[in-house]
Nanobody
C-alpha cells in the first residue's frame, strides 16, 4: 500500500501564492509518476500537473501552465505544487496521486492511471 498525505492548502487572495506538499510512504515502484488533480464543487476531478519520479519530466494542464510548478524531493519522497498568480477559479480540493507505471504523458493526464490517492487539501482563492 501507499500512503499520501497532502498539506499546504488554505485561504489566499487572488494573485497570491501557495505551495502544496504531498509526502509519500509505503510501497515503492521502479518508475512511477506523481500527479496533482483538483475538484471544484459540482465539477469533475481534473488533471493539474504530473511529474515522472525518474528523470523529472513535468506535464501541466493548459489552465495552470506558467503559473504552477510541480517538483519533487527524492530524499523526502515528497512532491510539491507551487501555485502562483492564483485565481478564483483555482478554488478546489487538491489531491495528489501515484501512477505506478507512468506509461505515457497522455496517460498521466487521466484519473484512471492513478492507483493511490491522498485525502485532499482545500485551496480557496478569494477575489
Amino acid at each position: 500500500q501507499v500512503q499520501l498525505v497532502e498539506s499546504g492548502g488554505g485561504l489566499v487572495q487572488a494573485g497570491g501564492s501557495l505551495r502544496l506538499s504531498c509526502a509519500a510512504s509505503g510501497r515503492t515502484f521502479s518508475s512511477p509518476a506523481m500527479g496533482w488533480f483538483r475538484q471544484a464543487p459540482g465539477k469533475e476531478r481534473e488533471f493539474v500537473a504530473a511529474i515522472r519520479w525518474s528523470g523529472g519530466s513535468t506535464y501541466y494542464a493548459d489552465s495552470v501552465k506558467g503559473r504552477f510548478t510541480i517538483s519533487r524531493d527524492n530524499a523526502k519522497n515528497t512532491v510539491y505544487l507551487q501555485m502562483n498568480s492564483l485565481k478564483s477559479e483555482d478554488t478546489a480540493i487538491y489531491y495528489c496521486a501515484v501512477d505506478p507505471v507512468a506509461t505515457s504523458a497522455q496517460n498521466m493526464r487521466l484519473r484512471r492511471a492513478y492507483d493511490y490517492w491522498g485525502q485532499g487539501t482545500q485551496v480557496t482563492v478569494s477575489s
